[in-house]
């Protein structure tokens, strides 16, 4: 496994972003404490980061561990007519920084965030996806699912 140094987060809340690297070693400078970002290779060698606040495990075994931050969104509500609202998610300018940031760097890993989290900024940066969980286990209590190794949703 891998590291990735990165900064602790609060949505709305950065005054400004650095990002260096230096071989497997990314430090983010967020005004705020820093922590890592582990890096974990699946077994088909595809390499991911966590920005979920829970542990992952895949179908071939491997077992992600919860991210140092949680890749938040704005919520935005539409009057769509009385008692009924369109939600969509609006990014942080931000996270999207840290995370363009992040991918420049390593462009080989893939960055796992929430449907939520890819709505919200999975147009701006390319290796954001969110799980596909298999079929026996999405309907699942969260502590049971098992997402797919081989299968993500951008």
Do not use: W
């Not at 990002?19 to 890592?36: G, I």
């Amino acid at each position: 496994m891998q590291y990735v140094n990165i900064l602790s987060v609060a949505a709305f809340d950065i005054l400004s972003i650095e990002t260096h690297c230096r071989q497997n070693v990314c430090s983010a400078n967020l005004n705020s404490k820093e922590k890592q970002m582990k890096i974990t290779t699946l077994s088909s060698g595809l390499q991911v980061v966590s920005t979920l606040a829970h542990q992952i495990n895949f179908d071939d075994g491997t077992i992600v561990e919860p991210g140092s931050f949680v890749l938040n969104a704005k919520e935005v509500e539409k009057q769509i007519r009385t008692n009924v609202v369109s939600t969509c998610f609006e990014p942080d300018e931000a996270f999207i920084e840290l995370l363009s940031n992040f991918q420049e760097f390593k462009p080989e890993v893939f960055i796992i965030t929430s449907i939520i989290g890819l709505q919200a900024y999975g147009k701006y940066i390319d290796n954001l996806v969110s799980l596909v969980m298999t079929p026996e286990t999405k309907r699942s209590a969260p502590s049971a699912k098992v997402a797919q190794a081989n299968k993500f949703n951008k």
